[in-house]
Antibody
Framework: EVQLVESGGGLVKPGGSLRLSCAAS????????MNWVRQAPGKGLEWVSS????????YYADSVKGRFTISRDNAKNSLYLQMNSLRAEDTAVYYC?????????????????WGQGTLVTVSS | QSVLTQPPSVSGAPGQRVTISCTGS?????????VHWYQQLPGTAPKLLIY???NRPSGVPDRFSGSKSGTSASLAITGLQAEDEADYYC????????????FGTGTKVTVL
């Protein structure tokens, strides 16, 4: 069974840092691009960042560029999101999501499956 | 901010047909990029419902169908059921920023 399990969320003060992790199982992790998507409380979905299978291509939303860093360790089947200079507006549930199909360009791909999410709260 | 616009809510009685629109622009849907749809039941993670404009993953009932035309896409639910009450999001790619995936604003479907 394909499974994604996020961890690392919690309460952090504005300006602080947090590192999220996503443990993948049930598929060949090194063959797929991976993504982070967030959802603020009561709000819609927002794409945050993507990383290709070999980490050659990395993309960020404007709202997090320069503050967040996505990375992966294919030997550990794990995806990470290092979040620095956190702001109140970064408060959200952060989902790890796999690209739906391997060897397909980002322009065509979708998100499937998704993890259960981890809550990040930025507040003093 | 979302660049794909959806109606905030739609509703229908059990058994009825409802449609959700997803309106984009020439840098996303209108540029020919595929549209995908997700269902988010209350308190759960989103789940893929339609990919590549009109394809259903295995396990998704054929009551759900997708289409795309010009700068818009639509999701139709026929034979509406109580368990279809959820939030629905469209998603595509936007060429205005490299690598940028974009989501719709989301639509709450209520079964009356």
């Amino acid at each position: 069974e394909v499974q994604l399990v996020e961890s690392g969320g919690g309460l952090v003060k504005p300006g602080g840092s947090l590192r999220l992790s996503c443990a993948a199982s049930g598929f060949t992790f090194s063959s797929y691009s991976m993504n982070w998507v967030r959802q603020a409380p009561g709000k819609g979905l927002e794409w945050v960042s993507s990383i290709s299978s070999s980490s050659s291509y990395i993309y960020y939303a404007d709202s997090v560029k320069g503050r967040f860093t996505i990375s992966r360790d294919n030997a550990k089947n794990s995806l990470y999101l290092q979040m620095n200079s956190l702001r109140a507006e970064d408060t959200a549930v952060y989902y790890c999501a796999r690209d739906g199909r391997k060897h397909i360009t980002v322009t065509l791909n979708w998100f499937d499956p998704w993890g259960q999410g981890t809550l990040v709260t930025v507040s003093s | 901010q979302s660049v794909l616009t959806q109606p905030p809510s739609v509703s229908g009685a059990p058994g009825q047909r409802v449609t959700i629109s997803c309106t984009g622009s020439s840098s996303n849907i209108g540029a020919g990029y595929d549209v995908h749809w997700y269902q988010q039941l209350p308190g759960t993670a989103p789940k893929l419902l339609i990919y590549g404009n009109s394809n259903r993953p295995s396990g998704v009932p054929d009551r759900f169908s997708g289409s795309k035309s010009g700068t818009s896409a639509s999701l139709a639910i026929t034979g509406l059921q109580a368990e279809d009450e959820a939030d629905y999001y469209c998603q595509s790619y936007d060429s205005s920023l490299s690598g940028s995936r974009v989501f719709g604003t989301g639509t709450k479907v209520t079964v009356l």
